[in-house]
């Protein structure tokens, strides 16, 4: 009796893996499909969140606060302080760094100054900054 | 024949579904991640146990690649403003406390600790006020 009856869920439960299967794979597909969804949900949110702080995508970053300070842009801030990775940012080889740029040590820190000043109330700034120093501009 | 019948078919997808699984490689990556998480881990310890304050832009992040104790674990990219210093761009993933989640979107400020001894080892103080 418990061996047929074994026997008989057996082949009830082989009988019904193949639709099991089936329904596991629309389940991954449906998955998947949220997913994407999500990501892309995701995506659009984010992009909503950058323009709002940083203005819509491709913008140029213009006004006063993208001004050169003391002969230093942006561009070229990013580029001398990207210049410090090879010296685990020590920052004393700033004014060395700065000065293959023919900046003088009184200019850079000038420089550093105004700009980091800039990063703190204009979040743009520092957004422009990134994109140069990663190389995304 | 029906039931043997079926047995043949159960093995015939056991055999199918073997074909692309491999529990020693998904083993060996698993280890790998857990790894990386774990010097991640460390980095951000020995920042929060030692490290300077300094300000830190969210510049984008990441969609969640885990849970650690509840909390989702984001791929955050941040802009490090230390005093006197040239800023520098720092990827981290860390677990974001789910009540300081709305803290973490792009152009947000936070504030890290950034470790003496190891420029890459930052972590993000949710404790600390905005400096």
Redesign the interface.
């Known amino acids: 009796m418990g061996l047929f009856k074994q026997l008989k869920d057996m082949k009830e439960t082989v009988a019904a893996a193949p639709g099991m299967v089936e329904e596991a794979q629309k389940m991954a597909a449906n998955a998947q499909a949220m997913a994407a969804q999500q990501q892309a949900a995701a995506a659009q949110y984010q992009a909503q969140a950058m323009a709002a702080a940083y203005g819509a995508p491709g913008a140029t970053a213009t006004g006063p606060d993208f001004e050169p300070v003391a002969g230093v842009s942006l561009e070229l801030y990013a580029e001398i302080s990207k210049g410090l990775a090879a010296y685990n940012y020590d920052q004393t080889k700033a004014p060395e760094i700065a000065a293959t740029k023919g900046i003088s040590a009184m200019a850079w820190q000038e420089a550093v100054d105004t700009w980091n000043a800039r990063m703190k109330t204009n979040p743009a700034v520092g957004q422009r900054f990134n994109a140069l120093y990663t190389g995304r501009a | 024949m029906?039931?043997l019948g079926?047995?043949n078919?159960?093995k015939k997808?056991a055999k199918e579904m073997e074909k692309t699984w491999d529990p020693g490689a998904q083993a060996r990556e698993s280890l790998e991640q857990m790894k990386a998480m774990n010097a991640r881990l460390e980095q951000a310890t020995h920042a929060m146990a030692e490290g300077d304050l300094a300000?830190a832009?969210v510049?984008?992040?990441g969609?969640t690649t885990g849970m650690m104790n509840m909390d989702p674990l984001l791929p955050i990219?941040l802009?490090v403003?230390q005093?006197?210093?040239?800023?520098?761009?720092v990827s981290i993933t860390t677990a974001v406390p789910q009540a300081q989640l709305f803290r973490v979107?792009?152009?947000?400020?936070l504030t890290v600790r950034v470790s003496r001894t190891d420029?890459n080892a930052v972590a993000i103080d949710w404790m600390a006020p905005i400096i």
């Open positions: 029906g039931f079926d047995i078919k159960l997808q300000r832009q510049v984008s992040v969609p990219e802009l403003q005093d006197g210093a040239p800023p520098r761009p979107r792009p152009g947000s400020m420029p």
